[in-house]
């Protein structure tokens, strides 16, 4: 089944890092096909930093997302930029402290989304104390919610992208993402 | 053991040339093929190899000719306009038969026009940008994997045949990270020297062929010279014959070499009405189109060019024969197109879509054009 | 009967090419010489020289040595002669060039191959014209000479290309002329014992088309010119810009020591991968 998966935000996030975790963990731990691409454009210079995977046990041929089945917004002009785009019933994943939720309660309600709510940013600065590591909580998130890549592959492939002595560190923010849904 | 990476199209490239012995790479940054330079600049000391960046990709493509004679693997990387700047002198690693492998990440064009978008700008260039008759190879990759492997093919031809071999990538395949298996081992062409006799002629090459190639300061005093020469090497510029001799052999060396050169693949062409003759990353477009016609019932197959240079004659001509039409998705205007038609030469319908602006062909774009040919054909 | 003198540098020389293709008077020949009899009293064998050459009557000098010879695209040969170069440092590369190829075309290339400080000897023969295509000014072009494309004398300004490759960076840098074939032969030695790049200028004549474009008709006369207007870097340095217009200064030009190109790259690969440069690796099976 092809799952296709946009994570936005600002730049200094960890937006794009997020997306290859995501990626290595189905292609190289999980044993399933992944195509992770992201925004090269001028825009990738400014504010707004966005990633894409998709996840398949099949042979991917399309390599891009052009309808989302799962947004992950990690900024509110990310939200309201790709929110559109979310298929219907998808399913919408918000940094609550980061968005202004009554601006999409029509939209929510409209199109069936499923939304949840990680308040990632937090968790990362106040139970981890890095608020770096607010991309793997956010990763944590996206597992327990989603399911397209399992945990163990998720570990794995944080523990193969994250610096060396940070490791510890990454896998808490980690379980605590996961802990958030 | 074999090895596996989640990576960059442009890395997994710069990972195909280490493997293939590539030991030299000169170039500029340019978007989006910077990424190989860069790896490059990483890889190539591990390895005992040299990495430097040029003030421009003029002096880039002619570095890694010097380099080539100097015994080394070479390789240059770039894009759009960095590959018009380097012509002039691709054109004299032909005259000269000095293997290199020069990569060009395509992106919108002409002049600056999209550095961070994708196009196949450059099919053409490739096969007539340099002035004169030439004969080149170029290899399209649609996937990371395709990537590192068509590197690793280009090293190989670029030394088998003594020409400069071009990977015609771009944006889109550049800039995707997708699993990447690294093979314990690689096959690869090495270079041998040839034998120096007292009437050693470093150009007297069989006809259709090349002859093996000494590296400077053995003791083989050759002259290598952009101008027409004989078979010793000097300048013979006036003589028509001379001329003759020479280009017809450089170019006869690849075209009659065709068979060991040309690769395509064929999917679902058995039972097809519609074929898609695509090459580089619209072929991703194209796999899912035909999924999606065939699960609507119409029979389309899909022929996918590897090495749009030789142009694989051969191929084409023959699915003329088994279907009335054929499409041709292409990042451009128009540009392969007109080779397929060409060669099919009106024995059946060939459909351009041509896409420009820097994003792939959406699935159903050419779905779409499936149904129009199908609807009425019915 | 007349004794036939043969040069002594004429074992260096492809004999197969003879007769060579410059003009009577040209003063390829005299750099020629310059260049074999440095070469000599270098500590330069001549099995180790390999010779780099781009487009124009200068960068056909290497067509006729004995040695293996790249004769590339125009302006370029620098580019070439580094990728030579740091393929394999063991070789001594030599690069022939011209005022046109290495200052108006190859312009940049030429900076920036005294920037890296690259480890080239390079010949730069400058007769201030296009000779190869006719008779076109150059860059090196005085301030009023004349040529097929300055038919009412030219209104730029000259380069003073010796200058210029020192201030960019090069290990040494020399100027002389055809008039001074024992000064030019030295400092070509003194090219070849020094590391990185080294650039020596050598003045020289065209009558073909210079001297007939500029009332200079004879050898004899562009000769007489060049040596007149010929002063050493000594005398120049206690003289005003004005006084210096149109005098060709001459001497060493020499740069306190910078380091070299190949000793850094060296070091770099050695020290990131612990073993030595990889050399011809084309003709070797991979592990």
Redesign the interface.
Same mark, same amino acid.
């Given at each position: 089944m092809r799952k296709e998966v946009r994570i936005a935000g600002f730049g200094g996030q960890g937006v794009l890092m997020a997306g290859i975790i995501l990626g290595k963990a189905a292609s190289l731990f999980d044993n399933i096909n992944a195509v992770q691409t992201q925004s090269y454009g001028p825009e990738a210079r400014g504010g707004a930093s966005r990633t894409e995977v998709v996840v398949s046990d099949e042979e991917i041929d399309y390599p891009k997302v052009s309808h989302p089945d799962i947004l992950v917004a990690m900024s509110h002009e990310a939200l309201i930029k790709y929110m559109d785009d979310l298929k219907d019933e998808g399913i919408l994943i918000i940094d609550p402290d980061l968005v202004v939720e009554e601006e999409i309660v029509d939209f929510v309600k409209e199109h069936n989304i499923n939304l949840y709510r990680a308040p990632a940013t937090n968790t990362a600065t106040e139970k981890i104390g890095l608020r770096i590591v607010a991309n793997i909580v956010m990763i944590g998130a996206i597992v327990k919610v989603t399911d397209i890549v399992s945990v163990e592959a998720a570990k794995q492939a944080i523990l193969d992208s994250v610096p060396k002595g940070t490791e510890d560190k990454n896998i808490q923010a980690f379980e605590a993402g996961y802990a958030l849904l | 053991m074999v090895e596996e990476q989640f990576v960059l199209g442009n890395e997994a490239c710069a990972l195909g040339a280490i493997a293939a012995g590539c030991r030299f790479f000169a170039g500029y940054p340019i978007t989006p093929s910077t990424e190989i330079a860069e790896k490059m600049s990483y890889l190539l000391p591990k390895y005992g190899g040299t990495f430097i960046q040029m003030e421009d990709e003029i002096a880039s493509i002619g570095t890694i000719i010097g380099a080539s004679w100097s015994g080394l693997k070479t390789m240059t990387a770039t894009s759009g306009p960095g590959i018009s700047l380097m012509q002039e002198n691709i054109g004299y690693g032909f005259i000269t038969e000095t293997p290199m492998v020069i990569v060009n990440v395509q992106r919108g064009s002409p002049s600056t026009a999209q550095p961070t978008m994708s196009a196949q700008a450059d099919m053409m260039q490739v096969r007539w940008g340099s002035h004169g008759d030439y004969e080149p190879i170029a290899l399209a990759p649609s996937s990371v994997q395709e990537f590192f492997d068509f590197t690793i093919e280009a090293f190989n031809l670029a030394e088998k045949y003594r020409l400069p071999v071009t990977i015609l990538a771009d944006e889109v395949v550049g800039h995707m990270r997708e699993k990447l298996i690294i093979p314990d081992k690689v096959n690869i062409v090495t270079r041998t020297r040839p034998e120096l006799t007292d009437d050693y002629l470093p150009f007297d090459a069989p006809e259709n062929g090349t002859t093996p190639m000494p590296a400077f300061g053995e003791g083989y005093n050759i002259h290598v010279t952009g101008l027409t020469h004989d078979k010793r090497g000097y300048p013979d510029t006036n003589n028509p014959e001379t001329h003759h001799n020479l280009i017809k052999r450089l170019c006869d060396k690849v075209l009659a070499n065709r068979a060991d050169i040309c690769s395509i693949k064929k999917e679902f062409c058995d039972d097809a009405d519609i074929i898609i003759v695509s090459c580089g990353s619209p072929y991703r477009s194209v796999g899912a189109a035909i999924k999606m016609a065939r699960e609507e019932g119409i029979k389309v197959g899909s022929l996918k060019i590897n090495t749009p240079w030789p142009f694989p004659e051969e191929e084409i001509k023959s699915i003329a024969n088994d279907v009335d039409n054929i499409i041709v998705p292409e990042m451009n205007l128009g540009q392969m197109v007109h080779e397929v038609e060409r060669v099919v030469a009106g024995k059946a319908n060939v459909h351009l879509i041509g896409k420009i602006g820097g994003v792939l062909h959406k699935p159903e774009e050419i779905l779409e054009k499936i149904k129009e040919i199908h609807e009425g054909e019915c | 009967m007349v004794e036939e003198k043969v040069s002594p540098y004429r074992k260096y020389l492809?004999e197969?090419?003879l007769p060579h293709l410059f003009c009577p008077g040209c003063g390829n020949g005299t750099v020629m010489n310059a260049f074999f009899k440095g070469l000599e009293q270098s500590d330069i064998d001549f099995? !180790?020289i390999?010779m780099?050459s781009g487009i124009g009557c200068s960068s056909r000098v290497?067509?006729y040595v004995?040695? !293996?010879?790249?004769?590339?695209?125009h302006g370029?040969a620098l580019?070439?002669?580094?990728?030579?170069?740091?393929?394999?440092p !063991?070789?001594d590369v030599v690069v022939f060039t011209g005022d046109g190829d290495s200052a108006s075309i190859g312009g940049?290339?030429l900076i920036?191959a005294a920037r890296r400080n690259v480890d080239l000897t390079v010949i730069c023969i400058n007769n201030n014209i296009y000779g190869m295509t006719g008779g076109q000014i150059s860059p090196t072009s005085p301030r009023g000479s004349f040529g097929t494309t300055a038919p009412y004398g030219s209104r730029e300004n000259p380069f003073r290309i010796a200058e210029i490759v020192g201030a960019a960076g090069a290990s040494y840098v020399a100027r002389w002329t055809t008039a001074h074939p024992m000064q030019l032969a030295k400092a070509i030695q003194k090219g070849l014992n020094s590391t990185g790049f080294s650039f020596i200028e050598a003045v020289s004549q065209c009558p073909t088309y210079y001297g007939r474009k500029n009332k200079l008709k004879t050898t004899i006369d562009l000769y007489n010119h060049i040596k007149e207007h010929t002063i050493t870097k000594r005398k120049a340095e206690k003289m005003d810009v004005t006084e210096l217009q149109d005098k060709i200064i001459v001497g060493d030009f020499e740069n306190p020591r910078r380091g070299a190109l190949c000793k850094a790259?060296k070091e770099?690969?050695e020290?990131?991968?612990g073993?030595?440069?990889?050399?011809?690796?084309?003709?070797?099976?991979?592990d």
């Open positions: - | - | 492809r197969e090419r099995e !180790d390999v780099v290497p067509g004995k040695c !293996d010879s790249l004769h590339t695209t370029r580019t070439f002669a580094t990728g030579l170069k740091l393929g394999n !063991d070789l940049n290339h920036n790259l770099l690969t020290e990131v991968s073993g030595p440069l990889a050399t011809k690796s084309a003709y070797e099976e991979l």
